[in-house]
């Protein structure tokens, strides 16, 4: 028995079915979405005054990252563009351009948390507070490549100073700390603050949506091409629908990246 | 987006594409640029900033989404989306302020 409308549209909606299916599911994405989004404003407006995390993350690193995003983008388009023109050459040129871009998008993302598990909090037993990248841990010490935070000029200051990329950098230097001297060690991870939590919480679940995508897309294009040759019309409508999802990637990370690196 | 199309329609929509993947890297370039500039109003930067996302957001919905020339189906489907957010929405600004009367601020 054939699967009914594949490729024809139905009467009553105007679609075939895979497209009204994912406008269905893209609308639940929306409010998963939403729900985080009003998660990271109310946390965002609830921190007192100077402790929300300001330029802690690498904008150039991020800015890339967007592009590298739009760029697949427009690939997706294109891709599917050059099936309607009957090129399948050209669609697999432009939809390999696009898992390039999803491995690239993942890749930098990668480096940027490895950055952030690496980047450390140390307070000392006489209230010294420093902040750096992790060179060395034992038993018995502690090496930063970091600086000293002035703990003295109140939290908010220290948060300030903690960020460390624009105005904000200061010069590293070696540090080392005697592991009985340590009172508080922590790394930038997901527990280190609500600011962590909420930007773990959102690239993470963006980044899976990534992987997610750049798989079907990928299934499309090389164990799943054989449609090319039976159905090419239900193969373009596959390469349209697996696009919708890759463009909603596209629009949430839009969002994400001025609201974290930039806000 | 409707179904047929000939080759030279193919041909003018390829090229809508690239002019607005050419406008998408110019609003990326805006964002970040007004980032750098470094406005000391608060509000101004997250005008600035979420008001360009929502252009770039416009346009990859509205042509690379074909949003632009859908069905009323879809249509539907998004209004009652944009009504639920609204609403999500609308309950955060709503509970922002409706704490314990035991809620300690420091």
């Known amino acids: ?25 893209l609308a639940s994405e929306v409010m998963l979405f939403g729900a985080l ?34 760029t697949s983008s427009v690939t997706v388009v294109l891709g599917w563009a050059a099936l309607k023109q009957n090129n399948f050459a050209r669609y697999r040129l432009y939809q ?9 998008f993942v890749g930098i993302k990668s480096y940027e948390y490895y950055d952030k598990f690496t980047h450390y909090q140390v307070i000392t037993n006489d209230g010294k507070v420093f902040d ?34 624009g105005p904000n950098h200061k010069p590293h ?15 930038y991870g997901p527990a280190h603050n609500t600011y962590t939590a909420i930007y773990f919480t959102l690239t993470g679940l963006h980044g899976l949506h990534v992987i997610g995508g750049a798989l079907v897309i990928g299934y499309i294009l090389w164990p799943g091409a054989g449609m090319w040759k039976t159905d090419p ?26 609201v974290l690196y930039l806000l | 987006m409707s179904d047929h199309h000939s080759h030279e329609d193919i041909e003018a929509v390829k090229r809508k594409y690239i002019i607005i993947f050419l406008a998408l890297i110019v609003g990326t370039v805006f964002t970040v640029g007004a980032y750098f500039l470094e406005i000391h109003s608060v509000a101004l930067t997250v005008a600035l ?48 302020h409706d704490m314990p009367p035991t809620t300690q601020f420091h």
């Open chain 1, 233 to 258: 019309e239900r193969y373009t409508n596959r390469v349209e629908v697996s696009g919708l999802f890759w463009h909603f990637v596209d629009l949430v990370w839009i969002f994400l990246f001025p």
């Open chain 1, 1 to 25: 028995m054939d699967i009914p409308y594949t490729v024809q549209p139905r009467r009553d909606t105007g679609l075939y079915n895979a497209k009204l299916g994912i406008w269905l599911f």
């Open chain 1, 173 to 187: 230097k070696e540090i080392e700390i005697k592991t009985s001297d340590i009172k508080k060690i922590g790394n």
């Open chain 1, 132 to 165: 750096g990248h992790l060179i060395k841990r034992d038993k018995e010490l502690v090496v930063l490549s970091g600086f000293e935070i002035d703990a003295s000029k109140g939290k908010a200051h220290g948060v300030m100073e903690a960020s460390g990329h």
């Open chain 1, 96 to 104: 390999t351009i696009t898992i390039l871009c999803a491995f690239g």
């Open chain 2, 49 to 96: 900033a979420l008001f360009i996302a929502s252009i770039k957001a416009f346009l990859v919905a509205g042509y690379f989404m074909h949003l632009m020339d859908e069905k009323k189906m879809i249509y539907g489907i998004l209004a009652s989306t944009v009504f639920f957010f609204i609403g999500l929405m609308g309950l955060t600004i709503w509970a922002m």
């Open chain 1, 37 to 70: 989004f009003s998660s990271y404003i109310m946390l965002r407006v609830g921190a007192d005054i100077g402790e929300w995390p300001q330029r802690l993350l690498n904008v150039p690193i991020g800015t890339v990252n967007t592009l590298v995003l739009i």
